[in-house]
Structure formats: C-alpha cells, structure tokens
C-alpha cells in the first residue's frame, strides 16, 4: 500500500467530517505490517470537546487496539498538518512515521515550533495536498 492509498482513506473521512458540518480533517493509523489500526475524524462540534480532533481521536483508537501506549512503529496519515497540540500528542505516542496532505499555514505545528513531534518521527508531507486542501477550502467557502 501507498501512501496515497492511506491519505486517500483519510480524506474519506474528512468528507465525513464536512457532511456533519466539523472542519474536514481525516486521519487513520497503520501498522508496520499494513494493518489500519484507526481511523478518525474532527468531532470536536458532535463531542462539544475542542480536543476531539482526528489525530487525537485516532492515537487513542490505535493505543487502545494494541494495547500499548506507544505507537513507534506505525504511521499516522492526516489531512491536515497538525496543530501543536496533536503534535505534542504524536510526540508522546512516539509515532513511527507522520504523513500529511495540506499545509496548515495559520495553525500548523511547524510555523510555532517544527522539531515538536518526536525526534525519531519520520515526516512526509504534501501527499494529496491538493486534495486535501480543496476539501477544506469548499467547506470554508460554504460557511460564508
């Protein structure tokens, strides 16, 4: 499997997240050995928690599938650079690898502070970026 084909599942579920009106961000959670451990989106607006984002929610999903609190061998794909409070969180989960589609420009962790997530954390970013940015812009577009 790709990367494209993990993003790809998280911008489904980013759709998901924009047909129940929160903010389109989707996010799932792989093995070393290609297994999808989680999957999540945004539900901060369903949950009335502002934490319940889908990185969040999918780290707690993973953790809870394998039993453990560290995922140092999985990758986290997302459709949105994290904030710096889902990095502190890919941090203390010790992701293995970090994937994300578009940039965050106004709240992504790498415009405050970019060696945030865990040192041994591998990063890739810009896959499906158009994508993924595309659905975030339309969702924005329709609320105005």
């Not at 489904?12 to 989106?41: D, F, N, R």
């Not at 999985?74 to 293995?96: D, H, K, R």
């Amino acid at each position: 499997m790709t990367p494209q084909y993990y993003m790809q599942l998280a911008l489904q579920l980013a759709q998901q997240a924009a047909e129940e009106g929160e903010i389109p961000v989707g996010a799932v959670i792989v093995s070393p050995q290609q297994q999808l451990l989680a999957k999540a989106y945004n539900q901060t607006e369903r949950l009335q928690d502002p934490t319940a984002h889908a990185e969040i929610l999918a780290i707690t999903a993973a953790c809870q599938a394998l039993g453990a609190k560290y995922l140092k061998q999985c990758s986290l794909y997302v459709t949105l650079e994290p904030c710096v409070m889902c990095a502190g969180a890919i941090f203390w989960a010790q992701i293995g690898t970090l994937v994300w589609g578009a940039s965050d420009e106004k709240r992504g962790f790498s415009m405050f502070e970019p060696t945030l997530v865990h040192p041994k954390t591998q990063l890739m970013h810009g896959v499906l970026a158009e994508e993924c940015k595309g659905l975030l812009q339309d969702f924005f577009r329709k609320l105005r």
